[in-house]
């Protein structure tokens, strides 16, 4: 039997909370479902470098919120268009990686609705060979999380624009994401089926294949209460969707109207911890000061932004201005992008 639980919030870091408090806390012998949307977000996989996935200029400029998950995989995007799943469920021997189980529901929806959709690698499913479902999975103790994206009509421009960085700018061992050719469910199903049939088709099926469906679990207080410990102490803290990451070595250069800049940075758990600026630019002032200023920054567009504020930049790089140097950092080259996650 599966229990739904009940999640009405649109809220990125308390989803993700919601989840870690179900696997943990809520009754061990039994099996959860948690159906849920968020607002629109980047969702990081556990061991990547927030840094190297995510298009920070656009996310700013869109308010687009950053969240690292427990699980592995790659960084996707969230919007109200975008169906997530998640089951919590006893682990069974050698089920971790086992997507067939949990993406079964899924295939079996859609295929009674007379969509051709198929599992066409380990944890992706596809329609035509373009992808519409990520999945990745987390253990912890004798209990398995295993949560999906459902892309049912999503803003597909806002996916290419928001992952879209420059591979090239930043080395690090964060685990990078695979980028594939994406496409909604939506424009795949009968004119008449909107998100909430296909909702609660998605749900019986569920309860078909799982041994029937319990009373939905209602969150009480000491549950709320729980959950917002874990998404002000996890999942709504900087340390943890951009500290967390990898440390990784950055290389830009840019050549502008007064000169070339080259800037080098070696950031450690989000922390610019050396910083180095070349070029030919003609600066008026020690660069090795604007260097110093940078040295224990975060790595975070709006910190360097204030903490630039307070630098006359334009004298140490002959004219070259303060948004020059963070879109020499942050910015994204508009050839580079991809319709892909």
């Given at each position: 039997m599966v229990i739904p639980v009940l999640?009405?919030?649109?809220?990125?870091?308390y989803n993700l909370a919601l989840e870690e408090y179900v696997?943990?806390?809520?009754?061990?012998?039994?099996?959860?479902?948690?159906?849920?949307?968020?607002?629109?977000?980047?969702?990081?996989?556990?061991?990547?470098?927030?840094?190297?996935e995510v298009n920070q200029p656009y996310v700013d400029g869109h308010g687009v919120s950053v969240v690292r998950r427990l699980s592995g995989g790659g960084a996707v995007y969230h919007d109200l268009g975008n169906l997530n799943f998640t089951f919590i469920v006893q682990r069974e021997p050698g089920g971790f990686n086992d997507f067939h189980r949990f993406t079964?529901?899924?295939?079996?929806?859609?295929?009674?609705?007379?969509?051709?959709?198929?599992?066409?690698?380990?944890?992706?499913?596809?329609?035509?060979?373009?992808?519409?479902?990520?999945?990745a999975q987390y253990v912890s103790g004798g209990r398995l999380l295993h949560h999906g994206t459902i892309l049912f009509d999503s803003d597909l421009d806002a996916v290419a624009s928001v992952l879209r960085v420059q591979p090239d700018k930043i080395e690090s061992h964060g685990i990078k994401s695979v980028r594939s050719r994406v496409t909604n469910v939506r424009p795949y199903l009968p004119a008449a089926i909107g998100l909430e049939e296909f909702i609660a088709r998605l749900t019986?099926?569920?309860g078909q294949q799982g041994g029937g469906l319990g009373p939905t679990?209602?969150?009480?207080?000491?549950?709320?209460?729980?959950?917002?410990?874990?998404?002000?102490?996890?999942?709504?803290?900087?340390q943890w969707n951009y500290g967390d990451s990898p440390a990784f070595a950055l290389k830009a250069r840019r050549?502008?109207?007064?000169?070339?800049?080259?800037?080098?940075?070696?950031?450690?758990?989000?922390?610019?911890?050396?910083?180095?600026?070349?070029g030919d630019f003609l600066g008026s002032r020690d660069i090795?000061?604007?260097?110093?200023?940078?040295?224990?920054?975060?790595?975070?567009?709006?910190?360097?932004?204030?903490?630039?504020?307070?630098?006359?930049?334009?004298?140490?790089?002959?004219?070259i201005g303060r948004e020059d140097l963070l879109d020499l950092l942050f910015g994204v080259d508009e050839a580079g992008g991809t319709d892909a996650r």
């Open positions: 999640n009405p919030s649109n809220d990125p870091p696997l943990r806390r809520l009754d061990p012998r039994q099996d959860y479902l948690i159906l849920w949307q968020n607002r629109p977000a980047v969702i990081v996989g556990r061991f990547q470098n927030t840094a190297e079964l529901p899924v295939l079996e929806t859609l295929k009674s609705f007379g969509v051709p959709a198929e599992r066409s690698s380990r944890n992706d499913l596809t329609i035509e060979g373009q992808k519409f479902s990520g999945n019986a099926e569920v679990y209602r969150l009480g207080e000491e549950d709320e209460l729980g959950v917002e410990g874990l998404r002000r102490e996890r999942y709504a803290r900087w050549r502008f109207a007064q000169g070339s800049v080259e800037m080098r940075l070696d950031v450690h758990e989000g922390v610019i911890r050396d910083c180095r600026i070349y090795g000061e604007l260097e110093a200023a940078l040295r224990g920054q975060r790595f975070a567009l709006q910190g360097l932004r204030a903490t630039l504020a307070e630098q006359s930049v334009e004298e140490f790089l002959g004219g």
